[in-house]
């Protein structure tokens, strides 16, 4: 049947990708779609074991203490299992998957670590490393919501105080937040992500909305 393809949403902590990607899995659902959802870094397996230990500080408690290459790293042995056990057997038939973060995740988090001056050859690295080197799935389609620092932190800070969850080295940093940001517009424009703004004419957009444009670009790669 020839291979599947790969639709992933990104976008910082408090980008409201979660709340976007569960009504989008719903509509599909609604929609007759066929699909098979996945989600990353996945924390209950022992896959993600030096994430686990990176995010909680083992390696010290800023970002920064890790480098980019090296973390990224942690993250692609990640999927690289989760492929091999999990979903790359569906996906090389020929069925659709929907990813919740993917190797992009990398590109915004890691790469706020990189000069920008070095941003390009860090991107090419990242990508030769997991869709070549690797041999995982190169995504048909990223779509990437967009924040602003302010509303990203308000948001984890309420999620945080309903699941009564403490934020790891990267959700506790502002400034690095910030660069997430940065990063990612750069990172959107050198890969042809398509990125959707979560305002308009000046307020946060709803999620009924936004939903509704997202569904429309994916739709329109299927």
Known sequence: ????????????????????????CARFEEE?????????PRYDQESSALIRMYLGGAFGGSPSDVNAYAA?????????ASYRTDWGAAYERGELILSDRYTTSNAVHQGSK???AELPAFFDW???????????????????????????????ERRQLKHHTQADIHEKDAAYLERCLRVGHLAAAHYGWRVVPFQKDGEV????????EIFQIVRSVL
Do not use: C, W
């Not at 393809?5 to 989008?24: F, T």
């Not at 990224?72 to 690289?80: E, G």
């Open 126 to 156: 990242l990508y030769d490393l997991e869709y070549n080197k690797l041999g995982l799935p190169r995504p048909d389609l990223v779509i990437y919501l967009d924040v602003d620092v302010e509303t990203s932190l308000a948001r984890m």
């Open 72 to 80: 990224s790293t942690f993250f692609s042995v990640d999927r690289y």
């Open 1 to 24: 049947m020839g291979q599947g393809k790969l639709i992933v949403l990104e976008g910082i902590d408090g980008s409201g990708k979660s709340a976007q990607y569960r009504r989008l």
């Open 205 to 212: 957009r709803a999620l009924a909305e936004k939903h509704e």
């Open 114 to 116: 990189v000069p920008e």
């Open 32 to 40: 007759g779609i066929a699909f098979r959802h996945i989600v990353f």
